[in-house]
């Protein structure tokens, strides 16, 4: 079954790092790229990351992506409070067809 | 100006049927690929179609119930959803491929999304 895994919660304290994890598959981390979303209470998702580690221009440095094999990661340096927000990995699966995305993780500064 | 506007939501009964515009504006409509994103109350968020000048694509959770079709000359692009479920209660988001070009798959990497609209299904 394709699906891509991330950690329910996270939290950091104000100023230090921390990351989020994406695990999938062959299907479609493996192969295709990955995507990062960050999305604020009652407001559509945000484009974070896109095709792996490529930073859109207004978003900040501290925000940075990676991926290996069929495993991914956000990275959010220097915590605000105004990242708290949920974020999700996306990418698109060669068996399904379509884009997967994960559960989404809550990250919650300290 | 927002670049992706959503519209037709509202509270509709099991098996009825409602059709999504999205009305799209600053960007070369006909030159990127479309999607439908969709986020239950609560919940995260679910991808239900991707559409390009060569292809369109369903999740398995929509399919054979829900089109979704283009319109470039009226930079629309719509959901239609049949045989509608109390599951499919849900905000509805249109979403830009980043990349340019008409391709026979999606890529996950959406720039622009509508602010969403509202589909409730009930009795």
């Known amino acids: 079954q394709s699906v891509l895994t991330q950690p329910t919660s996270v939290s950091g304290i104000s100023g230090q790092r921390v990351t989020i994890s994406c695990s999938g598959s062959?299907?479609?981390?493996?192969?295709?790229?990955v995507n990062w979303y960050q999305q604020l209470p009652g407001t559509a998702p945000k484009l974070l990351i896109r095709?792996?580690?490529q930073r859109p221009s207004a978003v900040p440095d501290r925000f940075s992506g990676s991926r290996s094999g069929t495993s991914a990661s956000l990275a959010i340096s220097g915590l605000q409070s105004d990242d708290e927000a949920d974020y999700y990995c996306a990418a698109w699966d060669d068996s399904l067809n379509g884009v997967l995305f994960g559960g989404g993780t809550k990250l919650t500064v300290l | 100006e927002l670049p992706l506007v959503e519209s037709g939501g509202g509270l509709i009964q099991p098996g009825g049927s409602l059709r999504l515009s999205c009305a799209a504006s600053?960007?070369?409509?006909?030159?990127?690929?479309m999607n439908w994103v969709r986020q239950a109350p609560g919940k995260g968020l679910e991808w239900i179609a991707y559409?390009?000048?060569?292809?369109?694509s369903y999740a398995d959770s929509v399919k054979g119930r829900f089109t979704i079709s283009k319109d470039s000359d009226k930079n629309l692009l719509y959901l239609q959803m049949s045989r509608l479920r109390v599951e499919d209660t849900a905000v509805y988001y249109c979403a830009k491929e980043w990349a340019e070009g008409n391709y026979y798959s999606g890529s996950g990497s959406f720039d622009f999304w509508g602010p969403g609209t509202l589909v409730a299904v009930s009795s």
């Open positions: 600053g960007f070369m409509f006909s030159n990127y690929g």
């Open positions: 062959s299907s479609n981390i493996g192969s295709n790229s």
């Open positions: 095709y792996n580690n």
């Open positions: 559409i390009s000048s060569r292809t369109a």
